[in-house]
């Protein structure tokens, strides 16, 4: 079934590869500290990108703060559904340059995959949904709203702001977020939650000022001492969070993550023990993660026989569904402060917060895209949870209560999103992209 999708997607892949790689060229880092001219031009490439492509009212939506979002259109025909689809165009910073084999914004090929930062979170997902649409050729059976939001890595500060003021333009009657992932490269999978996060930079002073470590050194305690014993406090000895209170839950049962499967994704070293308890896939989706992100110190390099005098560290705690996340804050901050040692004094700066977020699987939307799944992969879709977090998807269920959302995506385990060295696998793409063809079909004859 679907055969002329299936044959219009795979002739369109040279193109689509095309589109993924020059996108991946776009420098569009969201991050505080890059330049943000960069990712407005990404965006303005993007408009005149899809007014070529023939979409309707393709234009930046801005906020008063933040980057903006790409929006563009095609009409529904008479009767039939709206659909918006959401991905991003902004990437993460690239890293450390020297662990890249190329620079991060210069995509190559090689076994079936494209290389790049963003290859696959998330500029795989733009590519996705226009090749879903593009395969439909003159004939698209909905009505299509592209949302591209230009600052998803940098927290998506503008974006509930863009949404308000354009409630009118934005009318979705199914909602389909295309930052999510398969299962592995020939199994489609779909979302039914992702944990949420509290994050804070926490600093700890002892001195006024450095002072001579031999000379001083046994008197008072340095900033590092002091900050390395609260941070260590955070977990029990077996790994698990030891921040009191939180949501901390074992899945019921559902899909088995195997242990070989997570190290084959995780890589650790020869000897490295499991954290925490419980199934590997409630450690990932129903229970909390504490993992400390970056210590402002002095570097190894540069030390110097002295009592460091401050130190900061960014604490980063991933929530699982029913969690509050501002609660889960004010206890992670508490437990810092009841674990200060010696009188130190503890200040905490900037804060992170995103809900998590359960998804309803029990829509025809849903069965829509299990069905196209199923005939783009070969295999039946799973149903997952995620680790990661995307908490502006409890934004668009409260300003569009009445449309399904769908988390769905191209990145597989072996992406490495977030790290050097980021990819797409081409095959995946072309599948998940003809999933998405088929959905909007299905969707239309519903």
Same mark, same amino acid.
């Given at each position: 079934?679907?055969?002329?999708?299936?044959?219009?997607?795979?002739?369109?892949?040279?193109?689509?590869?095309?589109?993924?790689?020059?996108?991946? /060229?776009?420098?569009?880092?969201?991050?505080?500290?890059?330049?943000?001219?960069?990712?407005?031009?990404?965006?303005?490439?993007?408009?005149?990108?899809?007014?070529?492509?023939?979409?309707?009212?393709?234009?930046?939506?801005?906020?008063?703060?933040?980057?903006?979002?790409?929006?563009?259109?095609?009409?529904?025909?008479?009767?039939?559904?709206?659909?918006?689809?959401?991905?991003?165009?902004?990437?993460?910073?690239?890293?450390?340059?020297?662990? %890249?084999?190329?620079?991060?914004?210069?995509?190559?090929? /090689?076994?079936?995959?494209?290389?790049?930062?963003?290859?696959?979170?998330?500029?795989?997902?733009?590519?996705?949904?226009?090749?879903?649409?593009?395969?439909?050729?003159?004939?698209?059976?909905?009505?299509?709203? +592209?949302?591209?939001?230009?600052?998803? #890595?940098?927290?998506?500060?503008?974006?509930?702001?863009?949404?308000?003021?354009?409630?009118?333009?934005?009318?979705?009657?199914?909602?389909?977020?295309?930052?999510?992932?398969? %299962?592995?490269?020939?199994? &489609?999978?779909?979302? =039914?939650?992702?944990?949420?996060?509290?994050?804070?930079?926490?600093?700890? *002073?002892?001195?006024?000022?450095?002072?001579?470590?031999?000379?001083?050194?046994?008197?008072?305690?340095? !900033?590092?001492?002091?900050?390395? *014993?609260?941070?260590?406090?955070?977990?029990?000895?077996?790994?698990?969070?030891?921040?009191?209170?939180?949501?901390?839950?074992?899945?019921?049962?559902?899909?088995? =993550?195997?242990?070989?499967?997570?190290?084959?994704?995780?890589?650790?070293?020869? &000897?490295?023990?499991?954290?925490?308890? &419980?199934?590997?896939?409630?450690?990932? %989706?129903?229970?909390?993660?504490?993992?400390?992100?970056?210590?402002?110190?002095?570097?190894?390099?540069?030390?110097?026989?002295? $009592?460091?005098?401050?130190? /900061?560290?960014?604490?980063?705690? /991933?929530?699982?569904? *029913?969690?509050?996340?501002?609660?889960?804050?004010?206890?992670?901050?508490?437990?810092?402060?009841?674990?200060?040692?010696?009188?130190?004094?503890?200040?905490?700066?900037?804060?992170?917060?995103?809900?998590?977020?359960?998804?309803? +699987?029990?829509?025809?939307?849903? *069965?829509?895209?299990?069905? !196209?799944?199923?005939?783009?992969?070969?295999?039946?879709?799973?149903?997952?949870?995620?680790?990661?977090?995307?908490?502006?998807?409890?934004?668009?269920? #409260?300003?569009?209560?009445?449309?399904?959302?769908?988390?769905?995506?191209?990145?597989?385990?072996?992406?490495?999103?977030?790290?050097?060295?980021?990819?797409?696998?081409?095959?995946?793409?072309?599948?998940?992209?003809?999933?998405?063809?088929?959905? $909007?079909?299905?969707?239309?004859?519903?």
């Amino acid at each position: 079934m679907h055969d002329d999708l299936r044959a219009a997607v795979a002739a369109d892949m040279p193109r689509l590869k095309g589109l993924l790689a020059d996108l991946v /060229r776009m420098e569009s880092v969201s991050a505080p500290g890059y330049d943000p001219a960069r990712v407005r031009a990404a965006g303005e490439t993007l408009v005149a990108m899809l007014t070529e492509m023939g979409f309707e009212n393709a234009r930046l939506l801005e906020a008063s703060k933040g980057h903006p979002a790409v929006f563009a259109e095609k009409p529904a025909p008479p009767g039939a559904p709206t659909v918006l689809l959401y991905a991003h165009y902004d990437v993460q910073p690239p890293g450390p340059a020297e662990e %890249w084999e190329t620079g991060p914004f210069e995509p190559f090929e /090689r076994d079936g995959r494209l290389y790049g930062r963003g290859a696959s979170d998330d500029k795989s997902g733009i590519v996705m949904h226009l090749g879903a649409i593009a395969a439909h050729g003159d004939d698209l059976p909905v009505g299509v709203q +592209l949302f591209f939001e230009g600052e998803e #890595e940098a927290g998506s500060e503008g974006l509930e702001e863009i949404l308000q003021k354009h409630r009118d333009l934005l009318r979705p009657d199914v909602i389909v977020i295309g930052d999510g992932e398969v %299962w592995d490269a020939d199994t &489609g999978a779909l979302l =039914y939650s992702l944990r949420g996060i509290a994050a804070v930079v926490v600093e700890v *002073r002892t001195l006024a000022a450095a002072v001579h470590s031999g000379q001083y050194g046994g008197s008072y305690p340095d !900033a590092l001492m002091a900050l390395s *014993r609260m941070l260590a406090s955070l977990h029990d000895d077996d790994g698990s969070v030891a921040v009191a209170g939180l949501v901390d839950e074992e899945l019921p049962g559902g899909i088995d =993550y195997p242990l070989d499967r997570l190290r084959d994704e995780v890589k650790p070293v020869d &000897g490295l023990e499991l954290i925490g308890k &419980g199934s590997v896939a409630s450690r990932l %989706w129903s229970r909390p993660a504490v993992s400390i992100l970056a210590i402002d110190a002095p570097p190894v390099s540069e030390a110097i026989n002295q $009592l460091v005098p401050v130190a /900061r560290a960014k604490v980063s705690m /991933r929530i699982p569904p *029913r969690q509050d996340a501002r609660d889960a804050l004010e206890k992670l901050k508490a437990h810092l402060l009841a674990h200060a040692p010696w009188g130190v004094q503890v200040t905490f700066g900037h804060e992170d917060l995103g809900e998590a977020t359960t998804l309803d +699987l029990d829509s025809d939307a849903v *069965r829509a895209w299990k069905v !196209a799944f199923r005939e783009a992969f070969g295999t039946e879709a799973v149903e997952i949870g995620a680790g990661g977090s995307i908490p502006f998807i409890a934004t668009f269920k #409260e300003l569009f209560p009445g449309a399904p959302i769908l988390v769905t995506g191209c990145g597989d385990p072996h992406s490495s999103i977030h790290a050097p060295n980021e990819s797409q696998h081409l095959g995946a793409l072309e599948r998940a992209t003809l999933a998405e063809a088929i959905a $909007l079909r299905l969707l239309a004859s519903d």
